[in-house]
């Protein structure tokens, strides 16, 4: 069974700091990785796509990958309350050539004003 | 620009109706489509994708089925819903390596 872990949370940070989402999985053959933002009663919302080992960022947003240790992350700096929300990591699974996503069951994040 | 559109938003139904959930995008051609559900509690579950019109796979047995009669429309759908069949069904696009959700349809079973 090909598995995405997230810790459950809340995790919560006080305004403007930075906050740090962690994800872990188990298919070395994953090739593709997703942060994925879904406020209360919302659909997910694709914040940040990454596909090499290192970092990538897009304004507040750095999403971070280390295949070796199966493991990415997400830092949001300078954190606002509008981010208050769950965060998903998804996965694809199946090798480079699946499309196929499994996903963590979120992290709820909440920024204190 | 692609978008995409789910109905109806929300929906209670009684145990044993019949279901149906559709969706379509709009602004691409031949996309791959998933049907996802997310319990309350749970991560989003993929039951169903599609690669073309006719072409269903599906992920997990269960009472429910799909159908892609056209390009961009995709059909979610159930004889008899069953209470375990309540939560948030999710419609995703594929474009390129990244997936798309539409706004979903909060589905309760009473």
Redesign the interface.
Known sequence: QKEVEQNSGPLSVPEGAIASLNCTYSDRGSQ?F?W?RQYS??????IM?I?SNGDKEDGRFTAQLNKASQYVSLLIRDSQPSDSATY?C?V?IGGAGS???T????TKLSVIP | SQTIHQWPATLVQPVGSPLSLECTVEGTSNPNLYWYRQAAGRGLQLLFYSVGIGQISSEVPQNLSASRPQDRQFILSSKKLLLSDSGFYLCAWRGGREQFFGPGTRLTVL
Not at chain 1, 41 to 46: M, N
């Open positions: 593709s997703f994925y009663g919302k659909s997910p919302e694709l796509s596909y998903l998804a694809n499309y196929q996503l996903f963590g069951k979120g």
